[in-house]
C-alpha cells in the first residue's frame, strides 16, 4: 500500500466524558481515527467497516499494510456477526471478555470490515474491551472499530495521553485522557487451532488462565508468520539500544529497575508482575527521553505476566 500524506492538525486532549466521546464519534463518522484509552494500551480507533478510514490509521501510524489490526466490538453478540465462533472461543470470550484478550477466528460470510483491516487474512482478530472509554466510544459511534495501539508503528505503546501526542502529535485530532492505562501491555492474542489455543502474543490473559477456561493444551505460535496484530519481531523500539537481564546499570545507562535492582525508573520494588506491566511502556517513554545514550532493564521473570514483559523487552531491544 502507498504511504499517504498526513494532513498536519492541532491535536487536543479532552478529558473523558460524554462531550468527549461525543466529538470523537463524530470524527469517527466522517473517517477519522481518534486516539482513545482501553485497559491495555491507548488506541487508535476508526471505522472498521471503511477502507479509507482504516488506510488512515495506517497512515498515521506507518504501519506495514501487511499487519493486520484488532477490531472492538461491544460484546460477544456483536463478536458473533463479525467472525465464525466454535464451542471453545465462545468458552473463551465468555470467561475473559471484557477484558484483555483478543480472538482470532475466521470472518463470517458476510463480515462487513474492511479487507484492509485483516490484511487481506479469512481470519478476523476480535476484542470485546474493558474500559469505560472504548465502550462508550463504541456505543456512541455504532461501529466496530479497528484501534491498534495509539503510536507511530514499531515504537513503545502509549499508556497516558501525552505518549500519545509524543508519537502522534499533529497527525490525530483528538485525544481521550482518562489518565494511565490499568493492564499497561497489549492484549493477550489466541486462537484455536490444531486442538490446542495458540498463543499469537502473550499478554495479560496468560496461558494458564486459556487453559483453565478451555481445557485445551496451550501452545506458542509467536515468531510463525504474520497471522494475527503484534507479531512482527521488531517492535516498541525506544530509539536506542537496549540491554536485557542487567543486573547493574552502567553509567551511561537508563536503568529500568525490578524488584533488588535499582534503576532511574523502577517498574515495581515489590517484584510485582501486574505492578511492573503497568509501567512498562512508560518507563520505555522515559527511557527514550532520558538524556542518556542507551537503555538497561533488570531480569524480568519468565513466568505469567512476566512472559508477557519479556515478549515485549525483547521486541524493543531488536
Known amino acids: 500500500m502507498a504511504e499517504r500524506p498526513i494532513k498536519s492538525v492541532e491535536t487536543e486532549i479532552a478529558l473523558y466524558g460524554a462531550d468527549a466521546v461525543a466529538r470523537a464519534a463524530r470524527l469517527i463518522a466522517q473517517g477519522q481515527p481518534v486516539a482513545v484509552p482501553t485497559e491495555t494500551v491507548y488506541g487508535l480507533a ?29 460484546d460477544l453478540a456483536a463478536a458473533k456477526r463479525l467472525g465464525v465462533f466454535g464451542a471453545t472461543e465462545r468458552a473463551l470470550a465468555k470467561a475473559f471478555w471484557p477484558g484483555p484478550l483478543t480472538l482470532v477466528v475466521p470472518r463470517s460470510a458476510d463480515c462487513p470490515v474492511a ?23 463504541l456505543s456512541s459511534a455504532g461501529v466496530p472499530l479497528a484501534a491498534p495501539s495509539a503510536n507511530a508503528s514499531g515504537q513503545v505503546s ?9 508519537s502522534l502529535g499533529n497527525r490525530v485530532a483528538l ?16 486462537r484455536v487451532a490444531h486442538g490446542a489455543v495458540e498463543v499469537l502474543r502473550p499478554g495479560p490473559v496468560t496461558a494458564a488462565m486459556l487453559h483453565a477456561a478451555s481445557g485445551l493444551r496451550v501452545t506458542d505460535r509467536q515468531g510463525a508468520e504474520v497471522v494475527a496484530p503484534g507479531m512482527l519481531a521488531s517492535h516498541y523500539a525506544p530509539g536506542k539500544p537496549v540491554r536485557l537481564r542487567a543486573d547493574e546499570f552502567e553509567p551511561d545507562e537508563f536503568g529500568i529497575g525490578f524488584g ?19 509501567h512498562l511502556f512508560d518507563a520505555l517513554h522515559a527511557g527514550a527521553a532520558s538524556a542518556k545514550p542507551r537503555i538497561a532493564v533488570a531480569a524480568i521473570p519468565h513466568e505469567g505476566l512476566g512472559a508477557a514483559i519479556n515478549d515485549r523487552l525483547s521486541r524493543a531491544a531488536v
Open 260 to 278: 533488588d535492582v535499582p534503576g532511574d525508573y523502577q517498574l515495581s520494588a515489590a517484584g510485582d508482575l501486574t505492578e511492573a506491566a503497568a
Open 115 to 137: 479487507r484492509i483491516a485483516t490484511a487481506g487474512l479469512d481470519t478476523i482478530a476480535l476484542r470485546v474491551p474493558g474500559h469505560r472509554a472504548m465502550q462508550a466510544l
Open 46 to 74: 476508526a471505522d472498521a467497516r471503511s477502507a479509507e478510514a482504516v488506510a488512515r490509521i495506517y497512515a498515521v501510524k506507518g504501519r506495514p499494510d501487511f499487519n493486520p489490526l484488532i477490531v472492538h466490538v461491544p
Open 175 to 190: 485525544v481521550i485522557d482518562d489518565g494511565a492505562t490499568k493492564a499497561g501491555v497489549e492484549s493477550t492474542i489466541a
Open 158 to 166: 502509549p499508556t497516558k495521553a501525552d505518549h500519545v501526542v509524543a
